[in-house]
């Protein structure tokens, strides 16, 4: 009797964190209601944040460091992956090309993924920016995918999923210098 009660007990516990964990993970990332989408949907969300919080420290030892008025692309042969977690999602982790091209004003990031680009841009929130990267995107024959926008206090970060046409000639660090630019459109110093 005592062992089904404690199982019991367990089971509600376990169906109230779920709860807690699907509240606080943006639907988005839940593809299902079953327990292992929602806990695969969190591991996304928070490996997301971890991004985040990477870029904003770097923006912020880049701003300490005298930066540079001027943006530089740099390319990236293979981007640093996240720390592997032991889950069967692991198996489709393949290697990346991409680009970044980071200022003062925003920082820039592409990289290729299957047939489609990722596209994140992090900077100080600027009125109108969002619609300057589609018009950007759109005039580059691009076709967006998704759009993810996450803001913190006057950060904002655009996350773009972009669709690869076949008769692309674009580079990843054209594409990224491209999107930088439109940072700098009529921009008053």
């Known amino acids: 009797m005592s062992h089904i009660a404690v199982e019991r007990n367990r089971r509600r516990q376990m169906n109230e ?11 988005f990332y839940i593809k299902r209601g079953d327990q292992a989408s929602i806990i695969g949907g969190a591991i996304e969300f928070i ?3 971890h991004e985040v ?14 930066p540079s008025p001027t943006p530089s692309p740099r390319p990236l042969l293979q981007l640093t992956p996240s720390p592997p977690l032991n889950n069967p999602y692991d198996s489709d982790i393949v290697k990346e090309l991409g680009a970044c091209c980071n200022s003062p004003v925003a920082d820039v990031e592409a990289k290729i993924s299957g047939s489609n680009v990722l596209l994140r841009t992090l900077s100080k929130r600027i009125p109108g920016q969002v619609i300057k990267i ?9 076709e967006i995918l998704h759009l993810n926008i996450s803001s913190m206090e ?6 773009f999923v972009i669709k690869i046409g076949f008769d692309c000639q674009l580079s ?3 594409l990224a210098f491209e999107v930088q630019q ?8």
């Not at 589609?134 to 691009?142: M, Q, S």
């Not at 439109?182 to 110093?189: A, K, L, R, W």
């Open 134 to 142: 589609i018009t950007v995107l759109e005039r580059l024959a691009f």
């Open 182 to 189: 439109s940072f700098y459109q009529d921009i008053t110093y």
């Open 47 to 49: 490996k997301e944040l």
């Open 17 to 27: 964190h779920l709860k807690v964990l699907r509240s606080l993970t943006p639907s």
């Open 53 to 66: 919080l990477q870029s904003l420290e770097a923006k912020k030892r880049r701003k300490s460091l005298s």
């Open 172 to 174: 990843v660090e054209e």
């Open 154 to 159: 006057d950060t904002v970060l655009y996350s």
